[in-house]
């Protein structure tokens, strides 16, 4: 009967331990800011592709209004 007692309560301290174990893994924020940086590396991407494509078009669109002044001059 004794050994009974010393078993369960071997096991449910285990299962304690288990439930911690898992909960701890279920709140832990680690990574949290590897992932975080990698957001803001594609938004920041994001961004930049768009300003240079918005420079391109305008260096190309002041580039023919030029090249049509120069032609209305000579």
Request: aromatic content about 4%; hydrophobic content about 45%; charged content about 25%.
């Amino acid at each position: 009967m004794e050994m009974s007692r010393v078993v369960g309560r071997h096991l449910g301290l285990i299962g304690v331990h288990l439930r911690r174990e898992l909960r701890d893994r279920w709140v832990d924020d680690r990574g949290e800011g590897v992932i975080s940086m990698a957001i803001a590396i594609l938004i920041i991407a994001t961004i930049g592709a768009a300003m240079y494509l918005l420079f391109q078009g305008l260096a190309e669109s002041t580039g023919n209004k030029a090249e049509d002044q120069i032609n209305n001059i000579g």
